[in-house]
């Protein structure tokens, strides 16, 4: 397996192409909703989009932008109303609670977490409150990220520490109503909290994922505030920078919300997604660094196990793959690819074997995906962070909607946010007024 030394010596001789470009995470869908909560199985009303402000753009704040994407509608493709929140904090990730009510999203760098109420108008949804003190009730967490619903309860995963601005981390668990409950801090070697170690335990967070039935927990891991928050090209140029990228994913005992076993995934492992046929016991991950596919999965002994099982296009080139999308019959993954703006969709009937069946270009830099249910449905934004994005004439920012027929894309509408002077679009969420009929 090669080393992270490795890793970091390939990585910057890639840099000059990075930097020529200029840009590198990701998260969203449908099918990678959590399971505690209702699925839209047939058409979606709605994409929300929650946004990056940008100074002297609109108001340049951080706003959730709805689009309309109901056939027939008089208004399909476009924008219907933006909930601005007054102010800039690296939009990034979000989630729904298990009711499907309230919309949690987050900031990056100032640590806020922003709650909008979707239930009482689906179509305007509005801002209900801000949790300020995200940090000081949780012992010193940075950088809330991932909105995951539990039964009741809200999952949001850390980036980084108070203590240092590096990558360990912690989850943080919440009362639906936005009361803090628990910090449950990553397994590392000098505390590993009971969890084996397969070979390094870094303590990094990025993702959370949880699959009921076999009472598993799987978290990933990025970098911390010290990298997400830095000019992309100067972070390139700093070797000690380049040192400090997550190379792990954990096995948690869900219920205990106990470390079990730590993987040894090199190269930033982003986005898990777990497959949903009820004797499915594996999922997916990809290395942004290395560009592989990973597989985590409970093996014929028993055994949780991680290997990687395919490469996402050339990774000597450093495609970046960033968000993934695995459709609900667990047939097809799809791979977006920041770098060089492309989509990659790979046959994973054999989660052992993944094989590429197609390839698109989305646009000059592409970010996240999400998929209806159904499978019919593609969409796809394209800001990764704030500082990371392209410059210039690639600075895309844009959602675009596609049909899929099984085989290929075909292209619904494109909304160009800079045109429309709304930000950096990151992550989706799909919506359905008939959710809240009764």
């Known amino acids: 397996m090669e080393t992270v030394g490795g890793l970091l010596?390939?990585?910057?001789?890639?840099?000059?192409?990075?930097?020529?470009?200029?840009?590198?995470?990701?998260?969203?869908?449908?099918?990678?909703?959590s399971p505690f909560m209702p699925k839209i199985t047939g058409q979606e009303d709605y994409v929300y989009v929650w946004t990056l402000g940008v100074e002297g753009m609109g108001d340049g704040s951080d706003k959730l932008v709805t689009v309309d994407v109901r056939p027939g509608s008089a208004t399909?493709?476009?924008?219907?109303?933006?909930?601005?929140?007054?102010?800039r904090n690296e939009a990034h990730h979000g989630g729904f609670t298990d009711d499907r009510r309230y919309f949690w999203t987050s900031g990056l760098d100032t640590s806020r977490i922003f709650v909008f109420d979707i239930h009482?108008?689906?179509?305007?949804?509005?801002?209900?409150?801000?949790?300020?003190?995200?940090?000081?009730?949780?012992?010193?967490?940075?950088?809330?990220?991932?909105?995951y619903a539990l039964p009741g309860r809200m999952l949001m995963s850390g980036l980084s520490n108070a203590k240092d601005g590096g990558g360990r981390t912690a989850l943080v668990e919440y009362t639906n109503d936005g009361r803090f409950l628990a910090a449950h801090w990553m397994p590392t070697a000098e505390d590993p909290r009971g969890a084996e170690i397969?070979?390094?335990?870094?303590?990094?967070?990025?993702?959370?994922?949880?699959?009921?039935?076999?009472?598993?927990?799987?978290?990933s891991s990025f970098t911390g505030k010290s990298n997400y928050?830095?000019?992309?090209?100067?972070?390139?140029?700093?070797?000690?920078?380049?040192?400090?990228?997550?190379?792990?994913?954990?096995?948690?005992?869900?219920?205990?919300?106990k470390p079990r076993k730590v993987f040894h995934v090199p190269g930033a492992p982003l986005e898990i997604r777990w497959a949903w046929g009820p004797t499915h016991d594996y999922a997916f991950t990809t290395t942004a660094l290395t560009s592989k596919i990973w597989l985590i999965h409970l093996d014929t002994d028993g055994e949780?196990?991680?290997?990687?099982?395919?490469?996402?296009?050339?990774?000597?080139?450093i495609p970046l793959p960033v968000d993934i999308s695995l459709s609900a019959d667990d047939r097809t993954l799809f791979v977006d690819t920041f770098m060089d703006g492309k989509v990659r969709v790979f046959d994973v009937?054999?989660?052992?074997?993944?094989?590429?069946?197609?390839?698109?270009?989305?646009?000059?830099?592409?970010?996240?995906?999400?998929?209806?249910?159904?499978?019919?449905?593609?969409?796809?934004?394209?800001?990764?962070?704030?500082?990371?994005?392209?410059?210039?004439?690639?600075?895309?920012?844009?959602?675009?909607?596609?049909?899929w027929d099984g085989k290929r894309l075909h292209h619904r509408f494109t909304i160009d946010f800079n045109a429309e002077k709304l930000g950096r679009p990151h992550i989706m969420r799909l919506g359905a007024a008939s959710l809240y009929a009764n």
């Not at 108008?121 to 990220?145: C, M, N, Q, W, Y």
């Not at 397969?198 to 978290?219: C, I």
């Not at 991680?306 to 296009?313: L, S």
């Open 229 to 257: 928050m830095r000019d992309f090209g100067e972070m390139l140029k700093d070797p000690e920078a380049m040192k400090q990228f997550g190379q792990t994913v954990v096995l948690w005992d869900f219920h205990e919300r």
């Open 349 to 403: 009937g054999d989660p052992h074997a993944p094989k590429q069946i197609y390839e698109e270009t989305i646009g000059k830099q592409v970010n996240m995906v999400s998929q209806s249910w159904d499978g019919r449905r593609v969409y796809f934004t394209t800001s990764l962070l704030a500082n990371w994005d392209k410059k210039g004439a690639d600075n895309d920012q844009f959602i675009k909607g596609y049909d």
């Open 304 to 317: 949780w196990k991680a290997k990687a099982v395919a490469d996402v296009g050339n990774p000597s080139d």
């Open 9 to 33: 010596r390939r990585f910057i001789g890639a840099a000059g192409l990075l930097l020529a470009t200029a840009a590198a995470p990701a998260v969203a869908d449908e099918t990678c909703m």
């Open 198 to 219: 397969e070979s390094v335990a870094d303590g990094y967070g990025y993702d959370q994922r949880v699959l009921p039935r076999k009472n598993a927990l799987l978290t």
């Open 76 to 87: 399909y493709g476009k924008v219907i109303a933006s909930a601005s929140v007054g102010s």
């Open 120 to 147: 009482t108008d689906p179509a305007r949804p509005k801002l209900e409150r801000t949790i300020e003190d995200f940090v000081e009730a949780s012992g010193g967490v940075v950088g809330p990220h991932g909105a």
